[in-house]
């Protein structure tokens, strides 16, 4: 698989905050296992400041539009925003009347765009899998969901997992509609720990702590928790009882979560989320 995503050019349609984190981190990132260099990708921006500024800093190729860019891909990468996908889904299926029969296949980042819509849109039958990464994966922490559709078969879905692991884990979703679970829980989920750091910051703060202080203390206790909890086989619940003292401070916090039904909300904002995912999606 390695050589194989060594010789395959990857066109990436979109180079924002995702379509760059992918080229930054396969191209940049030098302390990494690097398998991937310019030479594997081509890019095409509709944004010309951005389009100049990859080229200079990551030394791509760029295609004048996307035909050039199909003509030229193995791998495409959509990674536009889902309101533009239609022009990119029209224009990818122009070239592919006029383009010889090839090996494609297209990897989707689009939120709640589904793979059969991709499918629907392009023919002849086109190999699509959906990735849902995340934020963090511009600093090459995030996770990445992926779901083949019909077509893609599961080496399909071992390369995208390949290019997917330069920003992260990556985990196989089989029913693709749980992608909308994906979406509510890692998708948002890193703002839903900001929304929670800011509280304990805003909490300090009213307690007298000084505003750089109190970041300091909030960030390294999360950064150092959550790296605790994965590096061991220990549950969440069980951490919480090995800080919780009986009669002690922590205890006297979760008294209040508990009380509050925090669990509670968590779950109905989730599910809020789940569901105007599922509402977004076509
Ligand atoms: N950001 C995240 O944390 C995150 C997480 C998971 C999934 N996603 C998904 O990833 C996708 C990209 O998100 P993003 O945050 O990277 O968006 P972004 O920063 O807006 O990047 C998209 C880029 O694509 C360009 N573009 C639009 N139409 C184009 C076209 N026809 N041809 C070439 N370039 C085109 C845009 O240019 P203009 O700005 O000029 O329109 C923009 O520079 C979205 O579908 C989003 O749902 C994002």
């Not at 010309?48 to 800093?57: A, D």
């Not at 750091?197 to 909490?203: D, E, G, K, T, Y």
């Amino acid at each position: 698989m390695k050589n194989f995503l060594l010789s395959r050019i990857i066109g990436i349609i979109g180079v924002g905050n995702m379509g760059e984190a992918i080229l930054a981190r396969a191209i940049k990132d030098k302390a990494k296992d690097k398998r991937l260099s310019a030479k594997n990708f081509i890019i095409v921006e509709k944004d010309r400041l951005k389009e100049s500024f990859v080229k200079r800093i990551y030394n791509v190729k760029i295609a004048s539009d996307v035909k050039e860019l199909v003509f030229k891909s193995d791998i495409i990468i959509i990674a536009v925003k889902p309101q533009d996908i239609d022009s990119v889904l029209d224009a990818i299926n122009n070239a592919l009347q006029i383009c010889e029969e090839k090996w494609l296949l297209i990897i989707s980042i689009a939120a709640g765009i589904n793979t059969s819509y991709i499918e629907n849109k392009i023919s002849p039958e086109v190999k699509v899998v959906r990735a849902m990464p995340n934020m963090p994966a511009s600093i090459g922490e995030g996770i990445t969901a992926l779901a083949k559709g019909h077509f893609a078969n599961t080496r399909d879905l071992n390369v995208a997992k390949e290019i997917f692991a330069i920003l992260g884990p990556t985990v196989n979703i089989e029913k693709e509609e749980l992608i909308d679970v994906v979406t509510a829980i890692s998708g948002s989920g890193p703002a839903y720990l900001f929304y929670i750091v800011s509280a304990i910051v805003a909490a300090a703060k009213g307690l007298d702590l000084d505003k750089e202080t109190a970041n300091k203390l909030v960030y390294q206790t999360m950064i150092g928790s959550m790296d605790l909890l994965s590096r061991h086989s220990f549950d969440a619940e069980t951490l919480i009882s090995r800080v919780a003292s009986k009669g002690g401070t922590t205890e006297a916090a979760l008294k209040i979560f508990k009380e509050r039904q925090l669990n509670e909300i968590i779950a109905e904002a989730i599910r809020s989320a789940y569901l105007r995912a599922k509402e977004l999606s076509r």
